[in-house]
């Protein structure tokens, strides 16, 4: 991000969000811990809700960037894939996101408070999720193209992924000495497929 004030601004939003709330965090007590100016905040975002949202975007960019590989790898092979390969793509996408929320605690528990926060209405939720599950929802369309995941919505099927990898995450989170072990990686994916696909 070439603006170091902006930058500044956001990285203090995340921290203050993240042990404060949304709610309880002013834009003069972000402005402050990003040491600029309440002026300078107002001259990047339009308002406290325009910060929230930027700060959104930049964490989730984040997160979807360290998916990029994977993703393209199984999407350029989609005409070849038998259904271990699938498993073993999908396993990929869930070690490297689950990855990224243990080593990236601050940018998961934001992700937490944004999807809580009360002026987060059900519709504007659906279109977190659809937002945060962009890339994968092509994944997951190879899958139920092929019959190998359950039979259901794909509005559905997303919402549910999206409450696995915030519930799966949270847990890591408050035990990340347990993803260094293979048996609990393993086990968690193992939930999480056997959630979705056909038995």
């Known amino acids: 991000m070439a603006n170091s004030k902006k930058q500044q601004l956001l990285f203090a939003a995340l921290e203050l969000f993240v042990k404060q709330g949304i709610s309880n965090t002013s834009t003069a007590s972000i402005a402050q811990a990003a040491g600029v100016a309440s002026g300078t905040l107002f001259h990047h975002f339009t308002n406290k809700q325009g910060l929230i949202d930027a700060l959104y975007r930049w964490v989730k960019e984040g997160m979807s960037d360290g998916l990029v590989t994977s993703l393209n790898l199984l999407k350029q092979n989609s005409d070849a894939l038998d259904h271990q390969t699938y498993q073993e793509a999908l396993f990929r996408l869930w070690f490297e996101s689950m990855n990224w929320a243990v080593t990236h605690p601050l940018h998961t528990r934001f992700f937490y408070r944004y999807y809580q926060n009360q002026q987060v ?44 990898y915030l519930s799966t995450s949270q847990f890591f989170l408050e035990q990340p000495h347990l993803w260094q072990n ?3 990686q393993q086990s968690a994916f193992k939930c999480f497929l056997q959630s979705i696909e056909r038995a």
């Open 121 to 164: 209405t059900p519709s504007l939720q659906s279109n977190l999720e659809n937002r945060m599950l962009q890339q994968l929802e092509e994944v997951l369309m190879l899958g139920a193209k092929n019959g190998w995941l359950l039979d259901m919505p794909m509005d559905l099927l997303r919402h549910h992924c999206y409450q696995m």
């Open 182 to 184: 293979p048996n609990y």
